[in-house]
Each structure stands twice: as structure tokens, then as C-alpha cells.
């Protein structure tokens, strides 16, 4: 599966942004998909993922009840509405997607999209 990731920005603090990333392969719909993030000089994190069907989701604890992660699998589309933004939040945003088991521990992805960059000014 290839991803295109979407949506990345400049905001101020206390807005909203809506990332989504655009999978390509009839698969994507059976794979678990998710966002990470990376700050300079520091490894991926996992900011949310979700299930195949999008009946089960994490969160890191930095973002919950601030970013929510869903999919649409007609349009082979995962979206991260991103509420309530902080400075702490500007970050490069991966998507990934792969047909691992879903669960809160399994945190590898096999595919990555590329990154968009998401900014918050204080």
C-alpha cells in the first residue's frame, strides 16, 4: 500500500487542523492505520491509531480529548482532526498503514507515508 499524507500547516495556538492520508491498494481497508509524529532530533511517536473497521482507537495521552482518528474505507482515506493545538504539537506527521493485528503495544508499521509538517505558533 502507498500513503499520501495531507493537510499540514501553520496555526495558532487553540486552533484546528485536519490531516488526512490517501492510501492506494484495494488492501488498505483490512489494514490498522495510524499517525505519528517526529520532533527534530528524536524518534517517531505514536499520536493515534486505528483499527481496520475504526472500531477501536488509541491515543497518545499527550492528545486525547484533542485529536480524534478516523477512516473511511470507500475512500481508502484515515483523517486526524486535530483540536485545541499547541505550540508542543508542531511536529512532522507520518501516516502508516500495515496488516499487523491491531492492539494498544504493537506500535511498528511496515508502510509510511510521507511527512507534512504541522506548526503551531504560540
Known amino acids: 500500500v502507498q500513503l499520501q499524507a495531507s493537510g499540514g500547516g501553520l496555526v495558532q495556538a487553540g486552533g484546528s487542523l485536519r490531516l488526512s492520508c490517501a492510501a492506494s491498494?484495494?488492501?488498505?481497508?483490512?489494514?490498522?492505520a495510524g499517525w505519528f509524529r517526529q520532533y527534530p532530533a528524536a524518534e517517531r511517536e505514536l499520536v493515534a491509531h486505528?483499527?481496520?473497521?475504526?472500531?477501536?482507537?488509541y491515543y497518545a495521552d499527550s492528545v486525547k480529548g484533542r485529536f480524534t482518528i478516523s477512516r473511511d474505507n470507500a475512500k481508502n482515506t484515515v483523517h486526524l482532526q486535530m483540536n485545541s493545538l499547541k505550540p508542543e504539537d508542531t511536529a512532522v506527521y507520518y501516516c502508516?498503514?500495515?496488516?499487523?493485528?491491531?492492539?494498544?503495544?504493537?506500535?511498528?508499521?511496515?508502510?509510511w507515508g510521507q511527512g507534512t509538517l504541522v506548526t503551531v505558533s504560540s
Open positions: 502508516a498503514a500495515d496488516g499487523q493485528p491491531f492492539s494498544t503495544t504493537n506500535r511498528r508499521y511496515t508502510n
Open positions: 491498494g484495494r488492501t488498505f481497508s483490512t489494514y490498522r
Open positions: 486505528i483499527n481496520w473497521s475504526g472500531a477501536r482507537a
